[in-house]
């Protein structure tokens, strides 16, 4: 989940750590001021002594749940799209869901999950984007630690990252979009992870270099061979006849000037 509580900017301590008591006030002539009621951010100072995670009480931790609309709150800032967002997400999305025979989600409930990521995207401040990015690009040719860095910003993945350090350095990164990967044989079922991202660009960028030697068409960058992979994958499900046939030739040459003209057409 990607809101925890230590986004507040509460420093929590190690599980298991030993809370050392500090050693009680003098004793003064007027009355000691009353205790706060427990409601009052008594769960907040248990996490912060010992650790949320170190906690058994499920009353600490459904009290701390409770505090979640208000802490998003403070973090979306005065425009509320967050919240709306939020709200639908964790209310009205499920009870859709559950209501149907089978569950699912439509098309629209996609675009407005991915509307809920990037409005948790905008709650980065701007100066941590640039300090961040520019990190990562100093870290480069250290796609992995490039990749960590940039991740550090709310509601950014390896793949988002990827698209980043693509764009930026695209002699390094590729893009890590569903079309290239699966057109890249021998890996695993696709991973949204750095490791899925090390393994599939390690093979973009191997194949880089020998698109590189001796090619007439310039230089081939990870990037490059990442936007031709996608080309290919997309092309070969909507619009087939746009691209080149890799086939053993037998076409007549009848055949070879139809498929130009449909590629002509379709420009």
Same mark, same amino acid.
């Given at each position: ?6 986004? #507040? ?13 500090? #050693? ?12 706060? $009621? ?10 912060? $002594? ?13 009290? +701390?749940?409770? @505090? ?11 425009? &509320? ?8 997400? !964790?209310?009205? %999305? ?5 209501? *149907? ?45 490039? +990749?960590?860095?940039? @991740?550090? %910003? ?8 990827? $698209? ?8 390094? $990164? ?23 991202? %090390? ?7 191997? !194949?880089? *270099?020998?698109?590189?030697? &001796?090619?007439?068409?310039?230089? =081939? ?5 990442? /936007?031709?992979? =996608?080309? =290919? ?5 909507? @619009?087939?006849? %746009?691209?080149?046939?890799? #086939? ?8 070879? *000037?139809?498929?130009?003209?449909? !590629? /002509?057409?379709?420009?």
């Amino acid at each position: 989940m990607w809101l925890r509580p230590s986004h #507040s900017g509460l420093v929590f301590p190690k599980v298991g750590q030993t809370h050392v008591s500090r #050693s009680a006030p003098p004793i003064r002539d007027h009355a000691p001021a009353a205790s706060p $009621a427990p409601s009052e951010a008594r769960p907040l100072n248990m996490a912060v $002594a010992c650790g949320l995670w170190g906690c058994e009480d499920p009353s600490r931790w459904a009290a +701390i749940l409770e @505090c979640h609309r208000e802490v998003l709150r403070a973090r979306a800032g005065p425009q &509320g799209q967050l919240e709306a967002l939020d709200q639908w997400y !964790r209310e009205d %999305l499920p009870m859709a869901i559950e209501s *149907r025979a089978e569950k699912h989600v439509t098309r629209e409930e996609l675009e407005r999950l991915m509307a809920w990521k990037l409005a948790l995207v905008a709650t980065n401040p701007p100066e941590l984007v640039v300090q961040r990015s520019a990190a990562a690009f100093r870290l480069l040719p250290d796609i992995q630690a490039a +990749i960590t860095e940039l @991740c550090g %910003l709310r509601g950014v993945g390896p793949a988002t990252a990827s $698209a980043v350090l693509a764009v930026g350095a695209p002699e390094v $990164a590729a893009f890590m979009s569903d079309e290239a990967v699966a057109a890249v044989p021998g890996l695993p079922a696709l991973q949204y992870t750095l490791k899925h991202y %090390l393994l599939y660009l390690g093979q973009v960028q191997e !194949r880089a *270099r020998a698109l590189s030697q &001796g090619s007439a068409s310039g230089s =081939w960058t990870p990037h490059r061979v990442e /936007t031709a992979l =996608w080309t =290919w994958t997309v092309g070969q499900k909507l @619009c087939p006849y %746009l691209l080149p046939d890799f #086939s053993p030739s037998l076409d007549t040459p009848e055949d070879t *000037r139809l498929a130009k003209k449909l !590629r /002509t057409q379709a420009d």
